[in-house]
């Protein structure tokens, strides 16, 4: 399977990611700020970005993770 973008939810460091059967448990958390929710860089605009940022962790259950 290629490699993708992904990038942290909280803080936007971007890296690649290559999905496999256990996405979710292979993503791990975010060298940069330890936080474990990440998105295709490709699915998300600047307004989402922002939007998601803003966002309380606790409000944030309903994102779908990758």
């Given at each position: 399977m290629?490699?993708?973008t992904v990038e942290?939810?909280?803080c936007g460091r971007s890296r690649?990611?290559?999905p496999g059967p256990r996405r979710n448990e292979e993503s791990?958390?975010?060298p940069r700020?330890?936080?474990v929710g990440w998105a295709f860089s490709?699915?998300?605009s600047e307004r989402t970005r922002?939007?998601?940022?803003?966002?309380?962790?606790?409000?944030r259950l309903r994102i779908r993770p990758i």
């Open positions: 290629e490699s993708r942290c939810l909280r690649p990611f290559t791990g958390s975010c700020c330890g936080y490709s699915e998300l922002r939007l998601v940022r803003e966002l309380p962790v606790e409000r």
